[in-house]
C-alpha cells in the first residue's frame, strides 16, 4: 500500500510544490496531490495546478479524511487554517503533518518578528529548500527544488 499525501499551498510558489509532486508521483510509490489556495496569486504569471480549493472543494475534504500525511508548503495555524476547518481533529489522530519552507521566517510573517519566532519553534517537522533560507531553520532538513529536467 503507498503512502497518501496531500500538500497543500497557499499559492502555487512558482510550481515548486506541483514538481514535487509530480517527482513524488513518478520515481515512488507515493500517491501525492496538491491543493492551491489560490492559483491566481500571481496575476498573469499562471503555473498549472491539481486541486483547486474554490473549484475542487468536496474532492480535497475528501481527500483530507483518507490521507497519511498532509504537507504544508506555507505557515499557517491548524486548528484556524484557511480551509475554515481545523486540520488537526478533520484529518484525524493517524495523520501526520509536515511544513516546507520556501522563503525566511521574516519574509513569511510579514515583518512581525513574534510570529517568525513561531514559525522557527513549530513543532512540526520541518523542510527547507536549500538555496539561502535553510539558515533560519536550525531544525528543518534541507531538501532539494526540484528541477524538471524533460520539461522545455
Excluded at 28 to 36: G, I, K, N, P, Y
Excluded at 79 to 100: A, D, M, V, Y
Excluded at 116 to 122: L, Q
Aim: aromatic share 8%; with cysteine.
Amino acid at each position: 500500500m503507498s503512502i497518501r499525501v496531500l500538500h497543500i499551498a497557499l499559492t502555487p510558489l512558482a510550481g515548486s510544490p506541483l514538481r514535487i509532486v509530480n517527482a513524488l508521483n513518478h520515481h515512488t510509490d507515493v500517491r501525492a496531490r496538491l491543493l492551491v489556495l489560490n492559483p491566481a496569486a500571481y496575476g498573469s504569471r499562471t503555473f498549472a495546478s491539481d486541486l483547486i480549493w474554490k473549484r475542487d472543494r468536496d474532492e480535497s475534504l475528501a481527500l483530507l479524511t483518507n490521507v497519511d500525511i498532509v504537507h504544508l508548503h506555507h505557515f499557517f495555524d491548524l486548528e484556524n487554517s484557511p480551509l475554515e476547518i481545523n486540520l488537526r481533529t478533520f484529518c484525524g489522530s493517524r495523520t501526520r503533518f509536515i511544513r516546507q519552507f520556501h522563503s525566511t521566517p521574516l519574509t513569511i510573517a510579514r515583518g512581525d518578528t513574534l510570529k517568525a519566532e513561531k514559525i522557527v519553534r513549530s513543532e512540526i517537522p520541518q523542510l527547507v529548500i536549500s538555496q539561502y533560507p535553510e539558515r533560519f531553520f536550525p531544525k528543518a532538513r534541507l531538501v532539494p527544488n526540484i528541477v524538471p529536467l524533460e520539461d522545455s
